[in-house]
């Protein structure tokens, strides 16, 4: 088996960093993170990247589409299907001596003092062992090596506070070890203080905001806000726009309200998304996560008739506005959207959670409803 350490010689002097995200918005993390470095490498859930100016290292802890953000430590050959494997992944990492963890860039680094470590592990394909083998192989020899004490997650056990957390990824028989450069996920938001039942995952709400070109528009609207994620995702991707949201469940636009800080330039109202409470062509974009059965069935004037969200979502948007939903049913929704006035500009799926919606980009379509201008 070939491995070897990440080293600084081997990547120019300059950490490799590894950020995990949703499968299918890879992409977009790529573009992301080529605004403050370098990417060197796309795999499946992953995209590898070096920031070669010191100064916006930072920056890294800031992204938006990636799940987190780790640093490279070692990568190692000759992981098969066999749990053999498992043993040459166990002495691939006791050969590589991690008596200490890679270095970790400004603001990152987790606990000041080291207590133990976790492992959390992921592969693609199919293989004669699980997740929870591989975490305890190399878990074991990670604690060796620090002499610290190893926290398995196998059967939902929570690592506790002051871990530090690894990360390996087995494709193809390539296997990677990676640090954690937080304490926590960068999923985690700072702003979702509450929630509520169907909340959409914060990456893929950035992703959704990043592909709806925020930069230079006055309003985004949520008919379907929920705790305000989408909405919360494109204050992020742009300080600009003013967010409208509504929701039909009068808990949820509490949880959004409170979610909500005192900079944000936002107006929540209960309503029903098949009668907006809007004028026509006043929304310059619109991020939905239409309920359709999923956690959250539809109600209201929704209920048992989708045609009306897309109707409505077409008379409320500007000629040169765009929208972006994500799509559970992806041929019937695009199909209802198309003969509501819309033209679908992209789509992308996602995996999430073991579902394969598709994020639908729309415009207005040149030939829309009776009445309606072309698209400029």
Not at 156 to 161: F, H, L
Not at 167 to 196: I, N, W
Not at 211 to 238: H, K, Q, W
Request: with cysteine; hydrophobic share 45%.
């Amino acid at each position: 088996m070939r491995h070897h350490a990440i080293t600084r010689a081997d990547v120019h002097d300059r950490p490799t960093m590894l950020a995990r995200t949703i499968r299918g918005i890879e992409p977009l993390a790529a573009a992301e993170i080529g605004r403050i470095g370098v990417v060197r490498r796309i795999r499946h859930r992953e995209v590898w990247f070096e920031v070669p100016d010191p100064g916006r290292v930072p920056e890294v802890l800031d992204l938006r589409t990636p799940d987190d953000v780790f640093v490279l430590a070692a990568v190692y050959d000759g992981i098969g299907r066999s749990k053999s494997s498992l043993l040459r992944l166990a002495q691939g990492v006791r050969e590589t001596c991690l008596t200490d963890p890679p270095a970790l860039p400004e603001r990152g680094g987790g606990a000041a003092e080291v207590r133990g470590v976790d492992v959390s592990a992921s592969f693609v394909g199919r293989r004669n062992y699980t997740r929870y083998d591989i975490e305890d192989a190399v878990g074991a020899e990670l604690a060796r090596a620090q002499d610290v004490v190893y926290h398995s997650r196998r059967d939902g056990a929570v690592p506790p506070c002051g871990t530090a957390s690894w990360r390996v990824t087995v494709e193809g028989e390539q296997a990677t070890l990676a640090l954690r450069m937080a304490d926590r996920p960068l999923h985690r938001r700072a702003y979702k203080r509450a929630s509520v039942a169907g909340t959409l995952h914060p990456p893929l709400a950035a992703a959704m905001a990043r592909l709806a070109g925020l930069e230079g528009v006055r309003n985004v609207l949520d008919p379907c806000c929920g705790a305000g994620t989408l909405l919360f995702e494109a204050r992020a991707a742009s300080a600009g726009p003013r967010l409208l949201g509504t929701d039909l469940d009068p808990a949820a636009v509490r949880v959004a309200k409170g979610n909500a800080t005192g900079a944000d330039r936002a107006a929540w109202a209960v309503a029903d998304a098949g009668r907006i409470p809007l004028p026509a062509r006043s929304v310059d974009r619109i991020l939905v996560n239409p309920p359709w059965q999923r956690q959250v069935p539809a109600a209201g004037l929704l209920k048992g008739d989708q045609s009306i969200l897309w109707r409505q979502l077409r008379r409320v948007l500007t000629d040169d506005g765009c929208a972006v939903a994500l799509l559970h049913d992806p041929s019937t929704g695009l199909a209802l959207a198309a003969a509501a006035g819309f033209r679908i500009r992209r789509t992308i799926e996602v995996s999430l959670f073991g579902a394969h919606p598709v994020i639908g980009v729309l415009n207005p379509a040149e030939a829309g409803l009776g009445g309606l201008r072309p698209t400029r």
